[in-house]
């Protein structure tokens, strides 16, 4: 097993950025691909960026692609997600998670997942 705890969520205006951190502990975690996703009030949890285990693959919800960057650091067994330009829809309780899949965009195969961290995003 894996666990994962999020933290560098807060409250900014937007245009701003912010920089959150996945740290893990467990199981290898190299041996993951790993994931942000993030839920908005009243909506359901969302896919935003995954990076595969080795860092040389990313992918990106539309949404979010050119304003965030997911990053990866294995000696630390630390996942980034470097926030830039936020919007007021990017308002969220934002999730990193862990899946044995090579890579994926779907929740459903992500096994393992963080307590969440709250960006609130001001206009």
């Known amino acids: 097993q894996v666990q994962l705890v999020e933290s560098g969520g807060g409250l900014v205006q937007a245009g701003d950025f912010l920089r959150l951190s996945c740290a893990a502990s467990?199981?290898?975690?190299?041996?993951?691909?790993m994931g942000w996703f993030r839920q908005a009030p009243g909506k359901e949890r969302e896919f935003v960026a995954t990076?595969?285990?080795?860092?040389?693959?990313?992918y990106y919800a539309d949404s979010v692609k050119g304003r965030f960057t997911i990053s990866r650091d294995n000696a630390k067994n630390t996942v980034y997600l470097q926030m830039n330009s936020l919007k007021p829809e990017d308002t969220a309780v934002y999730y990193c998670?862990?899946?044995?899949?090579?890579?994926?965009?779907?929740?459903?195969?992500?096994?393992?997942w963080g307590q969440g961290t709250q960006v609130t995003v001001s206009s």
């Open positions: 998670a862990a899946t044995d899949r090579v890579v994926t965009d779907d929740l459903r195969w992500y096994n393992y």
């Open positions: 467990g199981r290898a975690f190299s041996s993951y691909a």
């Open positions: 990076i595969v285990r080795s860092g040389g693959y990313t």
